[in-house]
């Protein structure tokens, strides 16, 4: 595609819930990074995968969160049984190698 | 320890005026880059400009340029002639290439706004 695509853009969901967001990045970029960002806050970093390398989960907060990437290309990242601090900015981004940062809007997600 | 340092939360510069919002970065490697980002309002995030390590000359685009001082492991950027579209989220970032794990890693941000 043109850019990277995250969904859902937005997603409300009840404490407890798990939720899955899905990004797919520019056609050919071998990185794919997630982070995370709340309201007036910076980009803090989840994970970030290379190729077939093995990802670098080092900025997970918890074992609620997960992520994959099939085939190398789209990523998924789950949070299961959400909670309110949770509710942020899902970032993804995708790059060739060890190029820029092309960014997707992002999935804002609020936990009641 | 903050690898990425971004002292200034806020920051304010007078239309066509220049201005310089510092990011200062700590690393062991000898091989590592470093990234400027502009978030407007709109949450988009926008690649400015870059600086590797190895490079001798100070990175430019167009009215951005990044002073680089790799002794005082500092990479500020200048903004030339600001203009009201400038006003935003301004971030810093830093690549390293340790074991192959080449993550970006952000500043908090600086937010500048521009005064007409």
């Known amino acids: 595609g043109a850019g990277v695509s995250q969904s859902p853009s937005n997603k409300v969901t009840e404490k407890g819930k798990d939720v899955e967001l899905r990004c797919d990045p520019i056609?050919?970029?071998?990185?794919l990074y997630w982070y995370r960002q709340s309201l007036g806050q910076g980009l803090e970093f989840l994970i970030y995968f290379q190729g077939n390398s093995a990802p670098d989960k080092s900025g997970l907060p918890s074992d609620r969160f997960s992520a994959e990437r099939t085939g190398g290309s789209v990523s998924t990242l789950t949070i299961q049984r959400t909670q309110q601090e949770d509710s942020a900015v899902y970032l993804c981004?995708?790059?060739?190698?060890?190029?820029?940062?092309?960014f997707g809007e992002g999935s804002r997600l609020t936990v009641l | 320890a903050q690898k990425i340092t971004q002292t200034q939360p806020g920051m304010f510069v007078q239309e066509k005026e220049a201005v310089t919002l510092d990011c200062t970065y700590d690393?062991?490697?000898?091989?590592?880059?470093l990234f400027w980002y502009k978030q407007p309002s709109s949450g988009e995030m926008i690649f400015l400009i870059y600086q590797g390590s190895y490079d001798e000359q100070n990175a430019t685009e167009g009215r951005y340029s990044l002073n680089f001082q790799k002794a005082r492991k500092s990479a500020n950027l200048v903004i030339s002639a600001s203009q009201l579209g400038d006003s935003a989220m301004y971030f810093c970032a830093m690549r390293e290439g340790r074991d192959s794990s080449y993550k970006l890693i952000f500043g908090s941000g600086t937010r500048l706004l521009v005064r007409p």
């Open positions: 056609s050919g970029h071998t990185a």
């Open positions: 690393t062991s490697d000898q091989s590592y880059g």
């Open positions: 981004a995708s790059s060739l190698s060890a190029g820029e940062l092309f």
